[in-house]
């Protein structure tokens, strides 16, 4: 939602970005953005950071980089804190996950060893492939969320921060259906006091997040901020939320290729995918529940983007397969194979093979910046509640409750960019055209 009579406040001061786990994700955020700032590295992946936007006719040659067009948080103005089960500090961790050369890490050492991960919320019923000791005790949910509400306040006290921004970068927790409890925010923090199995560590998180009224972004799959009582709650505070699931390797290539058969009318018979992944993520994802998890996230992407009841001869009845292998040796480094069977003129087979050698963390660092960039601007401007608009980074974008999610990620980045526009009093862009050939 945007507040009526939009006034942008200046991104004045510090902007704390606390991380929820200092794993892999986390690492590579931090390290990336002391890399930026020393001038070792270029922010390669970040819309914020690198893309423009046109503004106009295209005649009018306007096309100013986006960090230039609205006001951002400046890299230098960013402080991190995170929590973590493991009492390592960024600096360890980093070295731990593998992701980044230990010659880039040794330049940035003092920066990274300075970060500490403060105690996290933890339920191994929620992660069961996980544990640690850097953990918080308490007699109830309640109090555990209290907890975090005073981390919070402690971090922003001590590092001088004016705003703060919330992003859940930790593991996939099991698989968990709405239920009563998730209906209002009475029911909820009535689940709280009463330590309900329906309340998954990363909702804690959240709740602490939206009642200290600060924007909170959930880069997993799991449930989280995707409930009535907390997207109420948001709405109601004014906290801009959204979420879920990084978009990074192998949907990322769906969104892509999934619409460009789409547009040309290309008929789609199945499309088989399959991963295999080193990192801790992938050892999260061997456990069955944390896999259902995922996999509902995964495959819900093609169903949206092709309309089988629009278009039920080309994709009524394709069949869509996901697999995701925990196999060690490859590290962050995950390898995703798809064999796509589709079909064409006079309705004869062909096949399209892709197989994507990626770096999960890399994908997913510079989308964890721009949210946290974007999501303070949304505060600044008056936004509130689920930002649509941000479905660009995310395999399961939510909506509000009567919309179906837009999952093409041409049209996202269209209504990005248009958002954009909007809050800068600039003409939206149709791609209409027309006025060139009166």
Known sequence: MIAKGIEIKPPSGK??????????????VIAGVEAIRKGLAKPIGSL?????IRLGKRTEGRSPKIKDFVPLAELDDLIFGAWDIFEENCYEAALHCGVLEKTLLEQLRPELECIKPMRAVFD??????????????????RELAEMLIADIEQFRKLHGCTRLVMIWCASTEAYLKPSAVHQSIETFEKALEENSPEIAPSMIYAYAAIKSRIPFANGAPNLTVDIPALTNLAIKLGVPICGKDFKTGQTLMKTIVAPGLKSRMLGLSGWYSTNILGNRDGEVLDDPESFKTKEESKL???????????????????????????YPPRGDNKEGWDNIDIFGWLGYPMQIKINFLCRDSILAAPIALDLALFLDLAQRCGMYGIQ????FYFKSPM????????????????????TLRHIRGEELITHLGLEYYD
């Open 300 to 326: 819900s992407v093609l169903e949206y983007i092709l309309q089988p009841e629009v278009y039920p001869e080309l994709y009524g009845d394709f069949s869509h397969v996901v697999r995701i292998n925990y």
């Open 388 to 391: 649509e608009w941000l479905s």
């Open 124 to 141: 191994k019923n929620y992660v069961k492939r996980l544990s640690g000791t850097n953990v918080k005790t308490a007699n109830n949910k």
């Open 399 to 418: 909506t509000a409750p009567q919309l179906y999610p837009e999952h093409d990620l041409f049209i996202q980045l269209m209504k990005l960019k248009n």
């Open 15 to 28: 902007l704390g970005v606390l991380l929820v786990g200092l794993g892999a994700v986390s690492t590579t």
């Open 48 to 52: 914020t950071q690198m893309a423009t």
